[in-house]
């Protein structure tokens, strides 16, 4: 089993930054290929980006490419979103990820985090 918790949502203006982080524990981190989704009020849960076992392969999608981030450190068993130039459009709660994979048109995973807030004021 694999438990993930989220941490550094907040409230932030539009231009701001913040760095999300998502700590895991259980069974071994470094296997999985890692992912940020996020959640509007009203909306579907959506791929944000996503991080392959090594580190090398990242993906986003074309609203956050150029502003948004994804990292990992595989010692510490984190991965992490650095989030810059922030619109009031990220406003959404934000999900850890893992084990993700890309089939059937869209990303999809088999472990989730419980989500942290992120809102931006314009």
């Known amino acids: 089993q694999v438990q993930l918790v989220e941490s550094g949502g907040g409230l932030v203006q539009t231009g701001g930054s913040l760095r999300l982080s998502c700590a895991r524990s259980?069974?071994?981190?470094?296997?999985?290929?890692m992912g940020w989704f996020r959640q509007a009020p009203g909306k579907e849960r959506e791929f944000v980006a996503t991080?392959?076992?090594?580190?090398?392969?990242?993906s986003y999608r074309d609203s956050v490419k150029g502003r948004f981030t994804i990292s990992r450190d595989n010692a510490k068993n984190t991965v992490y979103l650095q989030m810059n130039s922030l619109k009031p459009e990220d406003t959404a709660v934000y999900y850890c990820?893992?084990?993700?994979?890309?089939?059937?048109?869209?990303?999809?995973?088999?472990?989730w985090g419980q989500g942290t807030q992120v809102t931006v004021s314009s």
């Open positions: 990820a893992a084990d993700v994979k890309y089939y059937s048109g869209s990303y999809k995973a088999t472990y």
């Open positions: 991080i392959s076992w090594d580190g090398e392969g990242t």
């Open positions: 259980g069974r071994p981190f470094s296997h999985y290929t």
